[in-house]
C-alpha cells in the first residue's frame, strides 16, 4: 500500500513540476526595446503591421479568449474609454488566438472600436512572451504593451485588472507623453 501511495506522489509531483514549467514567465520584453513586427488579420479581414501605426501611440493588448468574463469586461472598458486614448493620440488592438470569425462575433456584439487581431498560431503572442502553451491548448496571457511612435515598447502591463486596465493605461500614456515632451529653454534674463 505504502509503495503505491509513493509511487502516486512521485507522479503527482512530477505532473506538478511539468505544468509549473509550463507556466513559467519567458524572457520578458523590457521598457525601451524595440517592439516585435506582426502582420495579423482582424475582425474584418484586413491584414495590421507594426508599421501601421508608426508616428502615433499604441496600445496592444493581448487576452485570453473572445467573449469571456474578464476579456469582455476589459475591451468594453477599452471601449468605453477609446476617446480618451484618441486624445492621447494613442490607437488599440486587441490580440487573441481566437479566429476571425470569432473576433467578427465579439466585435460585432460589444460595439468594439478597434481592431481584434487573430494570432492562431501564437507566434506574436510568444514574441511579446505573452504566450501560455499547454501542450494542446495555448492562448494569450493577459498582457499589455504600450509601444511609443519610434516603435520601442514604452510601458508593459504584466498584471492587469479588466475593469480598471484601460484607466491605467490612460494614465501611463499622460505620464510617458509628459515625460517626452522637450523642455523649454529659458534664456538668461526670463
Not at 39 to 68: I, S
Not at 180 to 185: E, L, S
Request: include cysteine; charged fraction near 20%.
Amino acid at each position: 500500500m505504502n509503495k503505491y501511495m509513493l509511487g502516486g506522489l512521485a507522479l503527482l509531483l512530477l505532473l506538478a513540476s511539468a505544468v509549473l514549467w509550463m507556466l513559467r514567465p519567458g524572457p520578458q520584453r523590457t521598457e525601451g526595446s524595440a517592439a516585435p513586427d506582426f502582420a495579423l488579420q482582424d475582425q474584418d479581414g484586413r491584414t495590421h503591421r507594426l508599421g501601421d501605426y508608426a508616428g502615433r501611440w499604441l496600445v496592444l493588448y493581448f487576452y485570453p479568449r473572445d467573449d469571456t468574463p474578464g476579456c469582455t469586461r476589459e475591451a468594453c472598458r477599452f471601449r468605453d474609454d477609446i476617446g480618451v486614448l484618441g486624445k492621447l493620440n494613442a490607437a488599440v488592438v486587441g490580440i487573441s488566438v481566437d479566429d476571425t470569425r470569432s473576433h467578427a462575433s465579439f466585435a460585432r456584439k460589444y460595439r468594439l472600436p478597434f481592431p481584434l487581431l487573430s494570432d492562431p498560431d501564437g507566434r506574436t503572442a510568444a514574441a511579446y512572451d505573452s504566450l501560455l502553451n499547454l501542450g494542446l491548448v495555448r492562448f494569450a496571457r493577459r498582457h499589455t504593451f504600450i509601444i511609443a511612435p519610434n516603435g520601442r515598447i514604452a510601458a508593459r502591463f504584466s498584471k492587469v485588472d479588466p475593469a480598471r486596465h484601460a484607466q491605467h493605461v490612460a494614465h501611463a500614456l499622460q505620464v510617458l507623453q509628459q515625460a517626452d515632451m522637450p523642455q523649454p529653454t529659458l534664456q538668461p534674463g526670463q
